[in-house]
């Protein structure tokens, strides 16, 4: 069964950019999940999507959005960047029934 | 959101055992005990999880106290492909979906 599938695995933007980052998630796992890991703010949960709809938000600007398509794919957008959103992003997915998350290998993203 | 309290660091050598403590004292009747580890370069990997009885599987075992205000993440035999960030962390079973609040866990040092 393949893992969880993020892409890109790198990526560059200056600031004032908005990004589009992708995340397939297990086959068959109905839950996604997004965490921001920056060296000072370590790991960090941005928001959880079950079955295309957003259950949980952690504390981040409204600059941070998501969503989740019915193949249970989901996209993270970040607007305006800025220096600080240099980062990497790690997508999870779990089946909804469970508690186990597998994580993605994370798209590292650079502000410039 | 309960927080959990881990030492910075420890070290192990290769083959020995590991006991990496956790303190959770303001711990809720519903809280799950999750462990999760990151190894460098990588999205973080599911450990182990339990409620209230200790729990075992093939990557570990976990001991939870009877107040569960603490609990222990037992490596039985520590390799080198052990050396990693552990988290300790508090999933609350609210109905507000699923997150995990990573702290800043605790860097294993496992030595030949």
């Known amino acids: 069964k393949a893992g969880v599938t993020q892409t890109p695995r790198y990526l560059i933007k200056t600031r004032g950019q908005q990004v589009t980052l992708s995340c397939s998630p297990i086959?068959?796992?109905?839950?996604v999940s997004w965490y921001q890991q920056t060296p000072g703010q370590g790991l960090q949960f941005l928001f959880e999507y079950f079955s295309e709809t957003q259950r949980n938000k952690g504390n981040f600007p409204g600059r941070f959005s998501g969503r989740q398509f019915s193949n249970s794919r989901s996209e993270m957008n970040v607007s305006t960047l800025e220096l600080g959103d240099s980062a990497l992003y790690l997508c999870a997915s779990r089946t909804g029934l469970d508690e186990k998350l597998f994580f993605g290998s994370g798209t590292q993203l650079s502000v410039l | 959101d309960a927080k959990t309290t881990q030492p910075n660091s420890m070290e192990s050598n290769e083959e020995e055992p590991v006991h990496l403590p956790c303190n959770h004292s303001?711990?809720?009747?519903?809280?799950?005990i999750h462990w999760y580890r990151q190894l460098p370069s990588q999205g973080p990997e599911y450990v182990i999880h339990?409620?209230?009885s200790n729990v075992n599987n093939r990557m570990a075992s976990l001991a939870i106290a009877e107040d569960r205000k603490s609990s222990t993440l037992i490596l039985h035999r520590a390799t080198l492909r052990d050396a990693a960030v552990y988290y300790c962390?508090?999933?609350?079973?609210?109905?507000?979906?699923?997150?995990?609040?990573f702290g800043k866990g605790t860097s294993l040092l496992v030595t030949p």
């Open positions: 303001t711990i809720s009747g519903t809280d799950y």
């Open positions: 086959s068959g796992h109905r839950s």
């Open positions: 339990g409620l209230t």
């Open positions: 962390i508090l999933r609350s079973n609210s109905n507000s979906g699923y997150a995990l609040n």
